[in-house]
């Protein structure tokens, strides 16, 4: 696959669809999702979560992955600390029970408070503790050697499925060759 740097790129006047562009609103070729329907991590880490009656209940600290599939379970949403001083306890929401907001800046979760972890926990049939977070973590080869680590995932919203991954092998790797995307 091309990487979001190609020539054609830096004219400014490319019509051809790149791995991890993101800003084209031409549609994917044939057989590759259409953004619209990929969500990637870093746009959801970080946005915050609002009740129904528009309450914050926090931001999204982190996207959370099944310990066993390639799959997106849920997120940790940290409802921040109580005047400044006081760590409350993050909270854990299954990825279905999100609703992006007609502005597409943050989330809307059903209710008015965090959902309780056992909710969640027996929608799952695993413990929250049990879920991974990608981001940062190290990436091999099928030989057992090191390549990179996990940049960024991305995903099918709707049903948690990763559809890609993007490997950065550190800053000069990045800077020299730019970031490997494995399907």
Known sequence: RSDS???????????RYHEGAGRSTRSAPFGQPERSRVA???SY???????????????VKAVLFHATE????GVQVDPGSVMGVVDRKPGYVLLPDLTLTEERTAFRLAGSRLPKDSAGERALGFSWDDSVIWHRMPVHAADGDEVGTV???EFDPASGEVTSVRVSTGAIGDAAVGRLTVP
């Open 5 to 15: 740097r190609g020539a054609c790129c830096r004219v400014g006047s490319c019509s």
């Open 40 to 42: 990637r991590v870093s």
């Open 45 to 59: 880490n970080g946005r915050e979560v609002f009740a129904e009656d528009g309450r914050t209940l926090g931001r």
């Open 70 to 73: 390639a799959r997106v379970v």
């Open 151 to 153: 940049h960024d995932v």
